[in-house]
């Protein structure tokens, strides 16, 4: 018999963890899953050296008492009232009867020359490798792309021994300076702030530049930097460049929930109380739009408790929730990205990391359906949510829609369990 | 912990995962932590560090196409990488 939960969690950051604590403090038995083996997602990720947070070490230790925790476990499959779950040990099923959707973000990655050449990464990305032992003490790094996380992502790197060579910020000066300002609203933050640049104190923060291309043999040696007084090489063992968040929409999509825009990427749609288009699924976090942690987490609260049907408490939440959101806006608005990096692709440059399909390859197709069956783009592992969020950015086609599989998984997942009441699976993605 | 990338022999601190272990000895040996190689034989390393990107895939313990990122690395693993 599959374990069965009053109210089940997917995904282990400030939202999941938030959510769970809510729905067992209402005597829920609550199950949380998450594909890492510890809970904390992205931004309370354990760091081998430094921890968590405090802050984050009190709701993971709250979370974790309370609920059931199922982590490294990747959901492959769902239906109402059901997830198949990938472990290393095996497949397993688990039963819910209310869901909370708490599945977070993923970095957006814009295509350019030289992306694809070991040694480069996201910029969160690297944060993620290091936190879990990636070595970068004493090597040059660049971090690039967009946004406050550029900022704790090289205070991280510094922190872990690594010469950040430079930060390289989209937006303009002028943009990032009015922010900056802006923050005189929020005090907390704003010193929050202060402290990052302090911590960064020697470091070059260039801002309306780019990275236009990675160059080196094997593995980035230089990066080509775009700035407003002209180009620039620099030199660097690692480059790390993300230019924001994508949400993973993925199993809300799988499991018929209605989905909104935000900009050109798809969110989960709910209504105040954080109900999806479905009966009994709550979404919370990022994957409603990016709205940064302190917004999740009032969100996995404001989930867990209408999970448990406390809806007073929840619309309670409400106003707390709407400013942070508001200042996610801000910080949206402020790092808005400029039209230039979407051209940053040559004809040759790889935009289908699974497949290796070129930019050229996918002239003269409409739509990504017709790109795809001809040239394999978002067929490989990563199930087009590299290149789908890319060339979504790029105005070239929509994000592909989620199928079962949501992951690549063992065969042994689908024949071990009884699958009967499963949708179709593929296992094209696994090769 | 010890573990084997490619015959050689690395520690890591608990904690920590296949992916890091890679790049350390690459790291020592002052080479490319490249993992996997790609449709057209490129050297291809990791880039999401999350479990989303699958650049990392390597051979664990027999086990093909696994994520170095999302595997903790563990006493006695043998890893095989551009597998």
Not at chain 1, 123 to 133: D, M, R
Not at chain 1, 213 to 222: L, N
Not at chain 1, 411 to 431: F, I
């Amino acid at each position: 018999m599959p374990e069965h939960y009053d109210v089940l969690v997917c995904g282990a950051g400030p939202a999941g963890l938030a959510a769970a604590r809510a729905a067992a403090s209402r005597r829920m038995r609550v199950g949380l899953i998450d594909a890492h083996s510890r809970p904390g997602g992205q931004v309370w990720r354990h760091d081998l050296r430094f921890g968590v947070p405090r802050a984050a070490r009190r709701a993971l230790a709250a979370a974790t008492r309370v609920a059931h925790w199922l982590g490294g476990a990747q959901v492959v499959a769902a239906e109402p009232g059901e997830l198949l779950l990938e472990r290393a040990d095996g497949a397993a099923r688990v039963r819910y009867q209310r869901l909370v959707i708490a599945t977070g973000a993923r970095e957006l990655f814009l295509p350019f020359p030289g992306w694809t050449l070991p040694g480069v990464t996201g910029a969160g990305g690297l944060q993620a490798l290091v936190k879990q032992g990636w070595p970068v003490a004493g090597r040059r790094v660049v971090v690039a792309g967009t946004g406050p996380l550029l900022l704790a992502v090289a205070a991280g790197l510094r922190k872990h021994g690594a010469r950040v060579v430079a930060i390289v910020e989209q937006a303009p000066a002028a943009r990032v300076r009015a922010f900056a300002w802006s923050l005189a609203a929020t005090p907390a933050t704003a010193v929050q702030a202060l402290r990052l640049r302090l911590s960064l104190a020697g470091v070059a923060y260039r801002c309306g530049a780019f990275v236009a291309a990675a160059h080196g043999e094997g593995r980035v040696q230089s990066v080509l930097i775009s700035t407003p007084h002209g180009r620039l090489q620099l030199e660097c063992e690692q480059l790390a460049v993300g230019y924001g968040l994508v949400p993973n929409v993925e199993l809300a999509q799988l499991l018929g929930c209605r989905l909104d825009r935000s900009g050109r990427h798809a969110v989960v749609a709910t209504d105040a109380r954080l109900r999806t288009s479905v009966a009994d699924i709550y979404a919370a976090g990022e994957v409603r739009g990016i709205g940064g942690a302190a917004a999740a987490r009032i969100e996995g609260r404001i989930a867990g408790l209408a999970a448990c049907g406390d809806e007073a408490a929840a619309v309670r939440l409400g106003a707390a929730q709407r400013r942070a959101r508001r200042f996610a806006a801000r910080v949206a608005r402020g790092f808005a990205l400029d039209t230039r990096l979407y051209a940053l692709a040559g004809p040759e440059t790889i935009v289908c990391r699974c497949e290796d399909v070129p930019l050229a390859a996918l002239a003269g197709f409409g739509d990504a359906r017709a790109a795809k069956l001809a040239t394999r783009c978002g067929m490989g592992a990563c199930q087009g949510r590299i290149c789908g969020d890319a060339l979504a950015a790029l105005g070239r086609y929509a994000q592909p829609q989620a199928a079962t599989p949501l992951f690549p998984v063992q065969l042994a997942t689908l024949s071990d369990t009884s699958t009967d009441s499963l949708p179709n699976t593929s296992t094209e993605a696994l090769r | 912990m010890q573990l084997e990338i490619d015959g050689l022999p690395v520690s890591v601190p608990a904690g920590a995962n296949v992916a890091a272990a890679i790049a350390r000895v690459a790291v020592d040996a002052h080479a490319t932590p490249a993992f996997r190689r790609a449709v057209h034989g490129g050297e291809r390393g990791p880039l999401c560090g999350m479990g989303v990107c699958f650049e990392c895939r390597v051979r664990i313990d027999s086990r093909d196409h696994q994520r170095a990122c999302m595997v903790l690395a563990r006493a006695g693993m043998r890893v095989q990488t551009l597998a």
